[in-house]
């Protein structure tokens, strides 16, 4: 079960990390998705731990990172330059064994129970 923590209320501007615990296998793609109230969710940032590629939204490209320690089975996603359009509820999501790792919320079968993230202006 993926358990997400790390989410809150911060101002325009300003920083979140999230955090994601059990991460995976090497062979597994995991990420971040986002839903916003009203929108549909968004895949914004995945991870394929294999060899640590990476693929981002346009919406977050520059501003989040996201990265694996596998030392402490964890998975973050570092937000910097906080936007109000930022706000939403962020689920940590995992993939399928030696599947592909997209942005493609069919690619992920398993699912966080989300952690809210608000950004004021």
């Not at 990420?31 to 590629?53: H, N």
């Not at 490209?61 to 109000?84: E, H, V, W």
């Not at 995992?94 to 952690?115: E, H, I, M, V, Y």
Request: glycine share 10%.
């Amino acid at each position: 079960q993926l358990v997400e923590s790390g989410g809150g209320s911060v101002q325009a501007g300003g920083h979140l990390r999230l955090s994601c615990a059990p991460s995976t296998t090497s062979y597994i793609c995991m990420g971040w998705f986002r839903q916003a109230p009203g929108k549909e969710r968004e895949g914004i940032a995945v991870i394929y731990p294999a060899d640590r590629s990476t693929q981002y939204a346009d919406s977050v490209k520059g501003r989040f990172t996201i990265s694996q320690d596998n030392a402490k089975n964890t998975m973050y996603l570092q937000m910097d330059s906080l936007k109000p359009e930022d706000t939403a509820t962020y689920y940590c999501v995992k993939g399928r064994l030696f599947a592909g790792c997209s942005l493609n919320r069919a690619d992920f079968p398993s699912w966080g129970q989300g952690t809210q993230v608000t950004v004021s202006s």
